[in-house]
């Protein structure tokens, strides 16, 4: 899961020293730089930030125009190693850069000032949530209508041009506002490199006029950028190791659980070789799914409290010690506050902390690291595994179908678990979709994706764009809800323009499902689409594309059987249409207790 992003090591920090090479070693740059390379026209500041982009793995920046932009854009397109994706709205632009950044370890996207800057924050706030690194870039006022007073179009009607960026404040690690071009290089190559760094996303502003000007500093080639590597405090490491073996080996059970931000530390690898090392038992938080192989021998499923995987959660809870590596605890991942876990019989190994217990804690160090170290020092120790098997009773399967029977949710699932295999990849929307998709087994090599930390309903449309875009040799299987589909369902034609393969199970029960699970009323019922006529339409005969709407498992699957048959090299959509009350019981159980927590009464004052 580790990713590869090009020259530049997203594990390295920031270096005030931009000027070195990729070797690490200290060079300096030449004041002097010829005529021929100022006036150039690779040598400005559209086609530096295109080179910076192509340098740490970015291949498609998910853009959509603006009179603010529109210059930038045509810089950036005349990157050869860069493509332009054209995006129906600011929105799936940035979810599609979320999905992209899933894969290839960064993700960019392109919109205009204001206008498209806040319709595209909620993406990228999501993107914030994941610890995803984003390159988020508006198009920008002209340099010189800075500090004139004057009013532009775009705005809320005042000469303060500073909303925009006061908004992303809080969802970046790092905002510039380019609009001069003396610092232009150092703001650009700083936002990326933190952006890099920190794992969130950055915002650069890019004022309209500057980046098409030459400037001395964006030579053809520019310097490779080094980050000085970030590294664990030697002595702080060993203590950590130390004190998290002592206290792991004295137990009699103790478990292992991947957490999702294992991503963000880039310490998958690390996780399963003490997962190998130590024999203990390995489960995932349900927004880590896909970062841990589920073909490891010691594997055994989701640990989500009440809506664990069968077998799961008596196996965590029962532990006199746990290691979670990365977790988030929050109210959906611990089921409304019901986790049954205790403090003092856990090791919790954040990206850059370790706490042991009731303490002690130790900063400063890798989870990389500490990981790999204590694998070193644990004991070998199957007896909480062992019990696993004692108790573990194979899942059980869905009822039979009766020909011609309405579809139920469990049989489509046990379809798509059929079509997995390490060339396709799984997108799953918030919602029941979520639930059934966590039950899927991943077979090696297969993608897998959700949002659960911020829960943006629509997410999965502008994600699978992204995804897809970014490894075309997998095929996504996309599965998403009808009420997140009205979201954002436009850009269903930017996957048709960019020839992509996916298939999309569009489950169409005819409301918001989640929601009627937490609290239902009539704001959770919408107004159903003719969704395959939806599709053709926006197909129109443009691009290859095949739609089909089943209402039972044999039109399932002669369904599937077309879409990976003789239409795999198509854009699939099939809609399958259930009853609406049809719903996993892990969302019934789910929903009944973050209702509750929802509910709470206010303290006493």
Not at 411 to 426: D, E, K, P, R
Not at 506 to 520: A, Q, R
Request: proline share 6%; with cysteine; aromatic share 8%.
């Amino acid at each position: 899961m580790d990713t590869n992003i090009g020259s530049i090591d997203a594990c390295k920090p920031n270096n005030s020293d931009m000027c070195a090479p990729s070797n690490g070693s200290v060079s300096t740059v030449q004041n002097f730089v010829s005529p021929a390379v100022i006036s150039s026209p690779d040598s400005t500041l559209g086609r530096h930030i295109a080179r910076r982009l192509v340098q740490i793995g970015v291949t498609d920046v998910f853009s959509v125009p603006g009179d603010f932009n529109l210059t930038l854009l045509d810089h950036l397109i005349a990157e050869p190693g860069l493509k332009n994706i054209g995006c129906c709205n600011e929105l799936n632009a940035g979810y599609a850069a979320d999905g992209y950044a899933r894969c290839r370890g960064v993700g960019a996207c392109v919109v205009t000032f204001t206008v498209g800057g806040l319709s595209v924050l909620n993406a990228i706030a999501g993107a914030y949530s994941e610890n995803l690194p984003v390159i988020c870039i508006a198009g920008g006022p002209n340099s010189n209508d800075y500090g004139t007073n004057r009013i532009l179009h775009h705005t809320i009607g005042l000469p303060d041009f500073s909303q925009e960026l006061r908004c992303f404040q809080t969802v970046t690690c790092f905002q510039a506002v380019v609009n001069n071009l003396e610092d232009a290089h150092e703001l650009v190559d700083t936002a990326i490199s933190t952006a890099l760094k920190e794992s969130k996303p950055v915002y650069l502003s890019i004022s309209c006029n500057l980046a098409a000007v030459p400037h001395p500093t964006f030579s053809r080639d520019p310097v490779p950028f080094s980050l000085s590597p970030r590294l664990s405090n030697k002595l702080g490491l060993e203590a950590a190791v130390e004190a998290a073996a002592d206290f792991l080996n004295n137990a009699v059970k103790p478990v292992l659980v991947a957490g999702p931000k294992l991503r963000a530390a880039k310490a998958s690898h690390a996780f399963v070789e003490l997962a190998d090392a130590s024999g203990y038992p390995v489960a995932v938080m349900p927004s880590a799914k896909g970062l841990v192989p589920e073909e490891h021998p010691h594997f055994i499923g989701t640990y989500w409290g009440a809506v664990s995987t069968a077998f799961c959660a008596e196996i965590v809870e029962s532990a006199d010690a746990y290691l979670f590596a990365g977790p988030i605890f929050n109210d959906y991942s611990s089921v409304g506050y019901s986790l049954l876990l205790k403090k003092e019989k856990a090791v919790i190994v954040q990206p850059d902390r370790v706490v042991i217990a009731n303490g002690p804690a130790f900063g400063c160090v890798l989870m990389k690291d500490f990981l790999t170290a204590l694998s070193k020092k644990i004991k070998f120790n199957t007896t909480a595994f062992e019990n696993y098997r004692r108790i573990y009773v194979p899942d059980g399967h869905p009822l039979k179908s009766e020909p011609k029977e309405p579809l139920r949710v469990n049989i489509l699932f046990q379809h798509i678990q059929n079509m997995l295999s390490s060339g396709t990849a799984v997108i799953a929307e918030t919602g029941d979709s979520w639930f059934n998709c966590q039950k899927l087994k991943l077979p090696m090599g297969c993608g897998y994706e959700f949002q659960m930390q911020y829960g943006s309903i629509g997410w999965s449309v502008g994600a699978t764009l992204g995804y897809a875009q970014a490894v075309p040799e997998k095929r996504v299987i996309a599965c998403i809800g009808d009420g997140s589909f009205q979201v954002t369902a436009q850009d269903v034609s930017t996957m048709l323009r960019c020839e992509q393969k996916s298939i999309i199970f569009l489950i169409n029960n005819g409301g918001y499902t989640i929601e009627v699970e937490i609290h239902d009323g009539p704001y959770n019922v919408i107004k159903n689409w003719n969704y395959t006529a939806l599709i053709d339409a926006i197909h129109n005969g443009e691009g290859k594309c095949w739609t089909v709407k089943v209402f039972c498992e044999e039109e399932l699957i002669e369904a599937i059987e077309t879409a990976t048959g003789e239409k795999q090299d198509c854009l699939c959509f099939i809609e399958v249409v259930v009853h609406k009350d049809d719903t996993s019981k892990e969302l019934l159980e789910w929903g009944s207790r973050v209702s509750a927590a929802n509910s709470r009464p206010p303290n006493p004052q």
